[in-house]
């Protein structure tokens, strides 16, 4: 059985954890991080000596870098349909996959520490301001993007890019401040609550 190494309520667990209900994969999730054990102690640095979650474990390799699990558990399984087998149908996918793991990302995470997970080091008023305007311009990109297609990130059908955008879509959605009207996101994510694997791991799989 496939082994995720890591707690829950990280936002790249869950991406791993989505992507296992939408392939349909059965797996066994062991807490490493956050709340739990200390990512620094030897046993996981023999995981990962990164220090970071997730990490898969498949047959006795050892994975590691959410987006990069995302793509290999789809193309493991075959999933054409979550991830294209043409190098060009492929490339419309993994640029919102590249783009969410590294600019996305770096737009929320100081307004999210400071107000959401209230982290003492987080608290600078003009630093959260300002990474909240940051936030709300890259979903106003998204948006746009989504009126464009009128249905998912890429197009018509959903892919392995809407899993890591809409957990970022959600973390958007909890920051309790005021938000921007974007009417395609909103309806995208109520979309994404449609699927098992979403209620499960965004919707109700915490911030």
Partial sequence: MLKIYGHAGSINVRKVLWTCVELGIPFERIDWGGPTRSLADPEFQKLNPIGMIPVVEDNGQLFRESNSIVRYLAAREG???LLPN?????AQ??????????DFNNTWRYVFMGTVRKRP????PQQSAASWEKFCAAVGIIDRELSRTGAYITGSAFTCADIVIGLSIHRWKSIPMERPDCAAVEAYYERLCKREGFQLYGR????
Avoid: I, L
């Fill in 86 to 90: 043409t190098p060009a149908e492929r």
């Fill in 204 to 207: 109700d799989g915490g911030a």
């Fill in 79 to 81: 999933r054409h349909d």
């Fill in 93 to 102: 996918v993994e640029k919102w996959m590249d783009w969410q793991v590294s």
């Fill in 121 to 124: 080091d987080f608290q600078d």
